[in-house]
């Protein structure tokens, strides 16, 4: 007899960063696209767990806005092979350009209401500059390079927004 075992998320995660990376929290980066968003204040502590000599954290929620009450919901369509990697990526060449100590990128995937957060971008830093300059060019990057695609529904159309 086989018994399922439920293991918190968060836990598994922590896990997995301490047995597979063998310089701890430090040498792993989490990049995602997923229907919900992690709450952001377990992805700061989770971030903030990285190491002590961490001298700023920065993050950045995207959410969508009504736009003067005209917007209904946003539909985001990911490409289910590449996007998770185009965004580890980003964040992977994002994280060495800066030396950064850690990046997580989490991006919504499926219906979004007005009010709800849709991209989730999280840097760690020795320093609050390099972590500022690191998180703009990012959320950029991501516009522009990830095969994540946005369809904006209003009160009188859908259409697909180009970045």
């Known amino acids: 007899m086989v018994e399922k075992i439920f293991i918190n998320e968060m836990w598994l995660e922590s896990f997995y960063r301490i047995y597979f990376n063998l310089g701890g929290f430090g040498?792993?980066?989490?990049a995602t696209c997923k229907s919900k968003?992690?709450?952001v204040?377990?992805?700061l502590n989770e971030i903030k767990r990285v190491s002590k000599d961490i001298g700023a954290v920065?993050?950045?929620?995207?959410?969508?806005r009504s736009n003067g009450g005209n917007v209904l919901r946003l539909e985001y369509e990911v490409h289910p092979d590449l996007a998770d990697?185009?965004?580890?990526?980003?964040?992977?060449e994002i994280k060495?350009?800066?030396?950064l100590m850690d990046v997580i990128i989490e991006h919504k995937a499926g219906k979004a209401e007005v009010g709800e957060d849709v991209m989730i971008v999280a840097i760690a830093a020795k320093h609050r500059a390099e972590a500022f300059e690191a998180i703009k060019e990012i959320v950029d990057r991501i516009k522009k390079e990830a095969p994540i695609w946005k369809k904006e529904i209003?009160?009188?159309k859908a259409y697909w927004?180009?970045?």
């Open 27 to 30: 040498d792993y980066m989490r």
């Open 37 to 39: 968003l992690s709450d």
């Open 41 to 43: 204040g377990k992805i």
């Open 58 to 64: 920065v993050i950045f929620v995207g959410v969508v």
């Open 85 to 92: 990697r185009v965004l580890a990526k980003i964040g992977e």
């Open 96 to 99: 060495e350009k800066y030396g």
């Open 154 to 156: 209003t009160k009188t």
């Open 161 to 163: 927004k180009v970045e």
